[in-house]
């Protein structure tokens, strides 16, 4: 059976994921730091703090699962091609297989996909356990899909761009880390002073953080749901473009 | 099969590949032999669309590599220099993946068979990491094979391998070459480039300085060599046309002399004046 170019790039990913899997180590490194900062800030700053009238576990959890769908969808992407393609050449062989850039970021940005959702899979199981309060909505499920898509993108983006391995770290301080804490994940974005607000708002993740929280879609949601689809498609044309063009 | 025109690769200041024009016949193994930086790799690179000249053309079975590189990628099959198998993948699963990427109708008899050819056949569900140097080479050329390529580009296949086993990689490129395929191939091991090749280019900082069949260029060099250790310790070579000359330049010797046939190395150091290795 002939597959489609996509396929044995995902697959390739998803065979080395099916080996961290069998290792425990990784469950525990994909939940650590979101169970941190939902015992931290939900059970232990969270019980004197309400925002909108509601308990602020109900405002974290989603949040905790934008946070966690970005960082694993992005770091794995990017780290495993920055790697593949500097270190082990294993990039190569795609490259110089008859398949397109498309196909090849395609594969990537799937892999990184189903790692962001696996992530964010484990906490919403903590928070049907933990909050009486969470569940899930076709808002909900749509922009999580869409908060992976993009972020797996940008993955292969600064994987492709990184001239080594070191640099993913400094590309992940400046975009990553900001948007984690500043991008509505722990406090709502509307609390901060005009000019750095207007900042944030600039970034995804506070798109994602906005349309996650929605229960019914309405003008502010309509326009997150476009800036975060603007992102992912630029995202990925681009990183299609930097795959069509890599020489060596 | 293959046309190179006025290659071209420059990394800085550096001329990597240095205007190279050569062609390459349907069915022939072509060797590029060189030293370490001479722009084998590079030339490799630039064939399989890993690299993107700077100038010049190469054509591979009618198709401009810089304008149809999916047609070209079609019909290639590349053993790079740098191991570049997936060392956590087992061998079954890294020929899978290239079968797959290829498009390979018949992926499962054509991994078997490979495997079988390389004696790996009972090692398919290791993991790779636990592969000796030699097994790993010899699974590149495996897994290479695998889309039945046209052309099968070699870059340094037996680096670092025992003479056991290089003939062993000897003897399916020799296979191949019987199957109908052209084979390209890069070395700095003189005797891989006599024994397997119809045609060799000699590379040197970028450059072809010389094109022919072996024989051809050594008969150019003159076929005998006579050597000897002069009274400060440096060897001396003359080169004969026939071997009457060189048994006549012996017995002028008053130190212990070797006569030789000469190889592609002495035509190296005739035409550059350094040795490969």
Redesign the interface.
Known sequence: MITAGWYPVFLNEMLHFKRRLLKLGYLFSAMVVPIIYLIAFGFGLGKSVRIDGADYLSFLLPGLVAMSSMNNSYTWVCNSLNLNRLYFKTFQIFVQAPISSSSIMAGEMLAGMAKGLFASSLIIIVGFLCSPYFSLSLIFIMTLLLNCFLFANMGVIIGMRAKSHEDTATYSNFLIMPMAFFSGTFFPVDKLPVLFKTVIYILPLTHTSILIRKAHMDAEGTFSLCILIVYATVFFIYGSKLIREYSE | MIEINGLTKIYGNVNAVDNITLSVRKGDVFGLLGPNGAGKTTTI?ML?????PDSGKCMINGFDVAIDP??I??H?G?V?Q????????TAY?NLL??G????V?DKESKISENLKMVDLWDRKDSSVSGFSGGMQRRLLLARALIPEPAVLFLDEPSIGLDPQIRRQLWDIIRKTRIEGRTVVITTHYIEEAEVLCDQVGILARGALIALDSPYNLKSSVGEYIVEHIDAQGRLIQNICKSRDDAHEIAKRQQSSVTVRKSNLEDVFIKLTGERIE
């Open positions: 690179k399989t669309a890993l690299s993107k999916y047609e990628k079609k290639i590349v790079p740098e191991n570049n198998l997936d060392r956590e993948l699963e993946i290239y797959m990427l290829h498009r109708k």
